[in-house]
């Protein structure tokens, strides 16, 4: 069965950093892209980064450029989302998802993209 489990999340003061890690099952992460997306209260759902396993090109959202590094280490079937420079406006619920597959082209950061995702994992960033 196809699982992503997000790990990581807890409390953080601002300009603090987390990583992030989503671990992959079911499937090699070799032809996915894989995404983080984040959810606050009373927000749309956003797409934050993503990366296609079998070349590691990535894509950010603006508000995290600079700020968000995206990774991944195939052989152990995770990604990784490194925050640094952590703002208040971070504060979210975050999912790793599964677009698969992914051959050709880059991933999205459109949530419609992915088939499968994680159960979140909550970030707070607050002093």
């Known amino acids: 069965q196809v699982q992503l489990v997000e790990s990581g999340g807890g409390l953080v003061q601002p300009g603090g950093s987390l990583r992030l890690s989503c671990a992959v099952s079911?499937?090699?992460?070799?032809?996915?892209?894989i995404g983080w997306f984040r959810q606050a209260p009373g927000k749309e759902r956003e797409g934050v980064s993503c990366?296609?396993?079998?070349?590691?090109?990535?894509t950010y959202a603006d508000s995290v450029k600079g700020r968000f590094t995206i990774s991944r280490d195939n052989a152990k079937n995770t990604m990784y989302l490194q925050m640094n420079s952590l703002k208040p406006e971070d504060t979210a619920v975050y999912y790793c998802?599964?677009?698969?597959?992914?051959?050709?082209?880059?991933?999205?950061?459109?949530?419609?993209?992915?088939?499968?995702w994680g159960q979140g994992t909550q970030v707070t960033v607050s002093s």
């Open positions: 079911g499937f090699t992460v070799d032809y996915i892209g």
């Open positions: 990366i296609k396993s079998s070349d590691g090109r990535t």
């Open positions: 998802a599964a677009d698969y597959p992914l051959v050709f082209g880059q991933c999205k950061l459109s949530g419609t993209e992915y088939d499968y």
